[in-house]
C-alpha cells in the first residue's frame, strides 16, 4: 500500500476517534479528512505521480544504456490513422507500443491483428476510455480492465501486461485492481499533447527536449489533431521523431521488450 495510502487511513481513523473523544473538535477532525481528500485528488490528477502506487515513467538505467526508447501510441486502433502510422514505422524500421481501448479494437479486429503481425505490441488503455474513469471504485476499475484484457487478449493473442488510464487520471483504487490483473501501470517521460497541437513542430520539440534513451514518448494513433491542412499530427511527427532519435544514437522497442524481467514474472 502506498505511503500515502496509509496516511490517509491513518487520518481518517484519528478523525474519528477525535469527533467521537472531542465532539467540540469535529470541524477540525472533517477539515483535516477534507485537506486529505485533496491531497489524494491532487496526486490521482499527475499522471506521472507513484503517490498512488507503482507508476512506470522511464525504461530504467540499462535500457538508458542500451539507447533505447519507447515510442506508445494511443486510443487507437482508427480506421484512417493507425494503418498509415503502421505503414511509417515499417519504412523506418521502428517498432512501437499501442495502447488500445478495448472497444475500439473489437470495431477493427483485422487492425489490431495487424499491429502485432508487425512487430509491435498491444497494452490496455480500457475499455471504453470513460471521461468518468479517475471518479470510478473499486468494482467499476474491476470491469473496465478486466473487460478489456478480455477483448485485447481474444483479438490480440497477446495477454497485456501494462496499462496507462485515460488521460492519466486514476484515483487510489485504481492500483489494488492493477495488482489482482497483473498489470503495470505505465505513464510516458514526455508527451507531445498531439490531440490538441495542430503544429507539428510544436508537438516535436515536446517530444525530444532532452530526449534520453529510457525515454517513454507518447502519442495518438486516435483522436489525434489535425493540421491546418487536415492531416493528422502524428503522420507528420512520427517521421522526424524516428531521425531525431537516429541522430541522437537511440532505437526503439516495445515496452514488452524494455521493461524489466518483475512485470513478465508478475503476468505469469
Avoid: K, Y
Amino acid at each position: 500500500m502506498p505511503p500515502l495510502v496509509r496516511a490517509s487511513l491513518g487520518v481518517h481513523g484519528l478523525a474519528a476517534g477525535v469527533a467521537l473523544a472531542l465532539p467540540e473538535q469535529a470541524p477540525w477532525a472533517l477539515a483535516g479528512v477534507a485537506l486529505n481528500h485533496a491531497a489524494l485528488t491532487a496526486a490521482g490528477l499527475w499522471p506521472r505521480s507513484r503517490l498512488l502506487g507503482p507508476n512506470i515513467t522511464h525504461l530504467g538505467d540499462a535500457s538508458a544504456g542500451r539507447g533505447e526508447v519507447a515510442l506508445t501510441l494511443d486510443d487507437g486502433p482508427d480506421a484512417e490513422v493507425t494503418p498509415r502510422v503502421l505503414d511509417l514505422l515499417d519504412r523506418h524500421a521502428w517498432r512501437a507500443t499501442f495502447f488500445c481501448i478495448a472497444e475500439r479494437a473489437r470495431a477493427q479486429p483485422a487492425l489490431l491483428r495487424e499491429i502485432v503481425a508487425r512487430g509491435h505490441s498491444v497494452q490496455n488503455h480500457s475499455a471504453v476510455h470513460r471521461h468518468n474513469f479517475s471518479l470510478l471504485g473499486p468494482r467499476g476499475f474491476a470491469a473496465e480492465l478486466t473487460r478489456a484484457q478480455d477483448v485485447l487478449t481474444d483479438l490480440s493473442g497477446q495477454r497485456p501486461t501494462c496499462f496507462r488510464a485515460p488521460a492519466g487520471l486514476r484515483n487510489p483504487f485504481l492500483d489494488p485492481v492493477l495488482h489482482r490483473l497483473g498489470l503495470h501501470l505505465v505513464s510516458w517521460t514526455r508527451r507531445g499533447f498531439d490531440t490538441r497541437e495542430r503544429d507539428a513542430g510544436r508537438v516535436l520539440a515536446r517530444l525530444t527536449r532532452g530526449l534520453a534513451g529510457g525515454d517513454i514518448l507518447l502519442l495518438h494513433d486516435g483522436h489525434a489533431a489535425r493540421s491546418a491542412q487536415g492531416e493528422p499530427v502524428v503522420l507528420a511527427v512520427l517521421p522526424r521523431l524516428i531521425e531525431r532519435c537516429r541522430d541522437a544514437g537511440l532505437h526503439g522497442v516495445t515496452l514488452a521488450e524494455a521493461l524489466p524481467a518483475r512485470v513478465a514474472a508478475r503476468a505469469a
